[in-house]
């Protein structure tokens, strides 16, 4: 079973950029059957997904944060990044990793799988 | 966008009791419809997805029927280890959109 670790700082200050790798484990983010996200969760706005990326790099995102989002994938070490620029204390949540199947025949991304615990970001000061 | 709301938002119930939640779509969404619980501190785990379709592993007593803009999340009898929230989800390829949840805890 494909295992997902999120980590990364659990505090950002205002302004600053918010950054996370998720590390795959007992699988390859070269499957391709599979399609990687981050998702996050906060009580003030409930689950939210961010966005998400293929082994080949191909990206998509939430058009609510496009213009702030950036994900990554690195293949040498099987991890995919988030990178979320100018946050402010509404970026505050439990930021979640996921894995969505791919079906390869239509290029079609199902709901995702969640394979991490997640982890805590606060943004304060 | 497509909003998804659900109803109730929480549900007050007994183990053996059968539970009725209901996930409605502000436009029609075929069948992308997954329904997920969630315990406190868990990520939220995978239960139906295609609406209808158990996820591996899902106890039986879980089901899910509808399409279009109404549907619903039925458990035949509520067991101790239900107790959570739970979340319907429409997915489009790349649109991902979350229902508020429903609490569902004991009488």
């Given amino acids: 079973q494909v295992q997902l670790q999120e980590s990364g700082p659990g505090l950002v200050k205002p302004s600053e950029t918010l950054s996370l790798t998720c590390t795959v484990s007992r699988g390859s983010i070269s499957n391709s059957h599979y399609y990687w996200g981050w998702i996050r969760q906060s009580p003030g706005k409930g689950l939210e997904w961010i966005g998400g990326v293929y082994y080949s790099g191909s990206a998509s995102y939430n058009p609510s944060l496009k213009s702030r989002v950036t994900i990554s994938v690195d293949r040498s070490k099987n991890q995919f990044s988030l990178k979320l620029t100018s946050v402010t204390a509404a970026d505050t949540a439990v930021y979640y990793c996921a894995r969505h199947p791919y079906d390869t025949s239509d290029s079609y991304i199902h709901a995702p799988l969640f394979g991490g615990q997640g982890t805590l970001v606060t943004v304060s000061s | ?107």
């Avoid at chain 2, 502000?26 to 997954?34: G, P, R």
């Fill in chain 2, 1 to 107: 966008d497509i909003q998804m709301t659900q109803s109730p938002s929480t549900l007050s119930a007994s183990v053996g009791d059968r539970v009725t939640i209901t996930c409605r779509a502000s436009q029609s969404i075929s069948n992308w419809l997954a329904w997920y619980q969630q315990k406190p501190g868990k990520a939220p785990n995978l239960l139906i997805y295609k609406a209808s379709t158990l996820e591996s592993g899902v106890p039986s007593r879980f089901s899910g029927s509808g399409s279009g803009t109404e549907f619903t999340l039925t458990i035949s009898s509520l067991q101790p280890d239900d107790f959570a929230t739970y979340y319907c989800h429409h997915y489009n390829s790349n649109l991902f959109t979350f229902g508020p949840g429903t609490k569902v805890d004991i009488k």
